[in-house]
Structures are given as C-alpha cells and as structure tokens.
C-alpha cells in the first residue's frame, strides 16, 4: 500500500505545468493521496473515491474549484467524519485491504493573521496555535474509530524539534505531544519539511520505505509554491 501527501499550490484548469504534475501523481501509483492546496480538476484516480474541504472563496491567488485539502483513495469509503473546520481538514474510514483505514487530511495554517475563509482575525500565529490544539483534540477523539489511522497534510512547521526552519516551538511541542500520547509515528522528520505523513502503531510496524516528490524543488524550479512531497509505502501485515 503506498499513501501520498504533497501540496501543490492550486494550479489552475490551463496551467502549463499541470500536466506534469499530473505526470508524477501517476508515476508515484499511491492507493490513496492527501492532496493539499488542490484543485477539482487534479484527480488522481479514475475511479476512486474523494472526500473534499470546502471549496474557496475566489480571489486573485485562488482558481475556481480550489481547497485546502482532498482526499483521494481507491478504495471505496465506509464513513466520512466531520471535521472541527471543514475549510481546513476532510477525514473518512475506507474499506481497504487488510483493515479499515482511516484517512485525515489537513492543512495547519501559517503565521498569517487573516482567517480568510471565515473572516476573523487572529494575533501572529494565533490561527495556527488555534487549529494545533482544535485538531489534535479531534485526533484523539477519532483514534478508536480505527487502527490504522493516516493523518497528513501541511502542517507548516517542521517536527523535529531541533529544526527551526518554519514554525513554533510551542506548536512543535504540542504536535510531537499528542503523536506520543496516540503512539503515532511522524515519518517524515527530515530537516526543512513542513508536509508531513503521521501513523498509527499497525502502520508504522508495516512502514518499507519513504519517497520523495520534487526533492529541492527539482521538479517545478518556477513553481516556488508548490511543496515537497511524500510518499510512503507499506508491506502487507494484519492489523493489529
């Protein structure tokens, strides 16, 4: 099984780059993918199954049809669970082999002050501060839905905390907290990265190997905003 998180920075419908971005969402054959700062006309499988965020409001960096988050998977979804703000985040139980598996798709906001989706206003970072405690509570709360459990997205700010390059040291803290307390794994601590695949013990007992998507932004060197990627793939093993 491999599972993919990357943040491609809403390409729109006639974006020259597309295609290749397309290229390699194909090239890396992911079972189920956290795509981040996405769009509609991005599908990764043809016949799968996606759970979307709320679409943006239209702005001059925003192109029709865009989110914060999607979740595609190929396999068919059990349940989709609501989440603390469904701008931000989507997250289902999918039927996949060997287990139910459940799937969380975020975005953890930057340093901005602007909640641009509802409005308000919050201190440097607060939005950020906010949401890492507002999801981790939700975390815990969904972690005995399943137990095989993806959490992955953008959480603009690295994990390791001896890596300062974006982010809060209080935020960090928090984050690396709750995976403890859940004894979920983060597998993606490499220095600089901010788009991070987290799992639950039965995954992490079955993790092979770790790859990367536009490794230095070697891929799209003109596309500045889009991220990183990963993707990591699992031997089989049963649950539990």
């Known amino acids: 099984m491999r599972i993919g998180t990357w943040n491609i920075d809403k390409p729109p419908a006639g974006a020259r780059h597309l295609p ?27 016949n799968g199954t996606v759970l979307h965020s709320l679409e943006l409001p239209l702005n001059s960096n925003t192109p029709p049809h865009s989110r914060q988050v999607s979740v595609h998977c190929r396999y068919p979804l059990l349940r989709r669970f609501e989440v603390p703000d469904p701008f931000y985040a989507a997250a289902g139980l999918f039927d996949a082999p060997g287990g139910p598996l459940l799937l969380y798709g975020l975005i953890l906001s930057y340093h901005g002050r602007r909640n641009h989706f509802d409005g308000s206003e919050w201190p440097v970072w607060g939005l950020h501060r906010h949401q890492v405690q507002l999801f981790s509570r939700h975390w815990r709360e969904l972690a005995g ?18 890596d300062r390059f974006y982010g809060l040291k209080d935020t ?35 993790f092979d190997r770790l ?28 649950v539990g």
């Open 20 to 46: 290749q971005v397309r290229q390699v969402t194909e090239e890396a054959d992911c079972d189920a993918w956290i795509l981040t700062e996405t769009v509609d006309h991005l599908t990764p499988f043809e």
């Open 145 to 162: 839905e399943a137990e095989r459990m993806v959490v992955a997205g953008d959480f603009n700010t690295t994990l390791d905390p001896d």
């Open 172 to 206: 960090r803290k928090q984050l690396n907290e709750t995976l403890n307390e859940l004894d979920w794994t983060a597998l993606t601590t490499s220095p600089r990265m901010i788009d991070h695949l987290c799992v639950s013990r039965p995954l992490a007992a079955s």
């Open 211 to 238: 790859e990367w998507l536009n490794p230095n932004n070697e891929a799209f060197p003109k596309q500045r905003g889009i991220h990183v990627g990963a993707v990591a793939q699992f031997r089989e093993a049963p």
